[in-house]
């Protein structure tokens, strides 16, 4: 018998919101009610924390929140609870890779996102969904304090196999998943999401077991199997449902509080 679900663990993008980067009404309420029920509800994303501070207000968060993959655990005031930085060796392989795959590269690090074309494919869209414009750089040689690093390319086939030759290339040395088809992430070998779930387990004193874990894309699966109830969104690829106990409606379809109201909330709460 599944134990009682007593902690919600979401992604942001393509889960949380829609395609629009939109929170919607029936999400926010759905969130409401885990609160009524007792359950607590926490998020995680491959966002900066800055780029997730949005959600706070609208969604009356208290838990800690994941950013980079959980490279980056701040406080909803967006103090800084424990980072997980990328060895500075590291972060110069990880680029050296992105650039010979032909990968445009952004790096974040502290509280700055630096790019070196403000023009490249994505940037404005990123910049519109976090709420803040990037540094311009020339050059990443001087960078410390990594936290993460992104590689963006149009050629989703391109970015896909850019993944498997980072986890083969670097290794232990850092965790490489995608968080859009278009975006390669590379982080500290401990910034993935199934460590997320280790942590707020301890933090809330809530075994993992009763955790529900709801994503779309392939780095939400490490979340997936540290929980005891998964759900992937109607939208994520085929490979990410079969990882996952549940499967809900798309993120445009309100996929995230469907699952919230027929999976976890108890009978009779939902409205």
């Given at each position: 018998m599944q134990?009682?679900?007593?902690?919600?663990?979401?992604?942001?993008?393509?889960?949380?919101?829609?395609?629009?980067?939109?929170?919607?009404?029936?999400?926010?309420e759905a969130?409401?009610?885990?609160?009524?029920?007792?359950?607590?509800?926490?998020?995680?994303?491959?966002?900066?924390?800055?780029?997730m501070s949005m959600l706070i207000g609208p969604l009356a968060l208290?838990?800690?929140?994941?950013a980079f993959n959980g490279g980056v655990i701040v406080r909803p005031d967006m103090s800084v609870i424990e980072q997980k930085t990328i060895s500075g060796s590291v972060v110069s392989a990880a680029?050296?890779?992105?650039?010979?795959?032909?990968?445009?590269?952004?790096?974040?690090?502290?509280?700055?996102?630096?790019?070196?074309?403000?023009?490249?494919?994505?940037?404005?869209?990123?910049?519109?969904t976090v709420g803040f414009a990037p540094t311009i750089v020339d050059s990443y040689d001087s960078v410390k304090d990594v936290a993460k690093i992104v590689g963006v390319s149009d050629d989703l086939a391109l970015v896909a196999a850019t993944t498997q030759r980072a986890r083969e290339r670097l290794g232990d040395?850092?965790?490489?998943?995608?968080?859009?088809?278009?975006?390669?992430?590379?982080?500290?070998?401990?910034?993935?999401?199934?460590?997320?779930?280790?942590?707020?387990?301890?933090?809330?004193?809530?075994?993992?077991?009763?955790?529900?874990?709801?994503?779309d894309m392939p780095n939400d699966v490490l979340m997936f199997a540290r929980s005891g109830l998964s759900i992937a969104m109607g939208n994520a690829d085929r490979e990410v449902q079969r990882a996952a106990r549940r499967v809900s409606a798309s993120n445009e379809d309100d996929g995230f509080a469907k699952a919230m109201e027929s999976f976890v909330l108890p009978a009779g709460s939902a409205s």
């Open positions: 134990s009682p679900i007593r902690a919600v663990l979401a992604d942001v993008d393509g889960t949380l919101v829609t395609q629009e980067k939109v929170l919607t009404d029936r999400a926010t969130v409401a009610r885990l609160r009524e029920a007792g359950i607590e509800f926490a998020v995680t994303s491959g966002r900066p924390p800055r780029g208290t838990t800690p929140i994941a680029i050296e890779l992105l650039n010979s795959s032909e990968l445009d590269v952004w790096v974040y690090s502290g509280a700055d996102w630096l790019v070196r074309d403000g023009k490249a494919p994505h940037v404005d869209r990123e910049a519109e040395d850092v965790s490489a998943a995608q968080s859009q088809p278009y975006y390669l992430d590379i982080t500290h070998p401990r910034a993935n999401k199934g460590e997320v779930v280790a942590y707020l387990s301890a933090q809330l004193g809530i075994p993992a077991e009763q955790f529900a874990t709801i994503g």
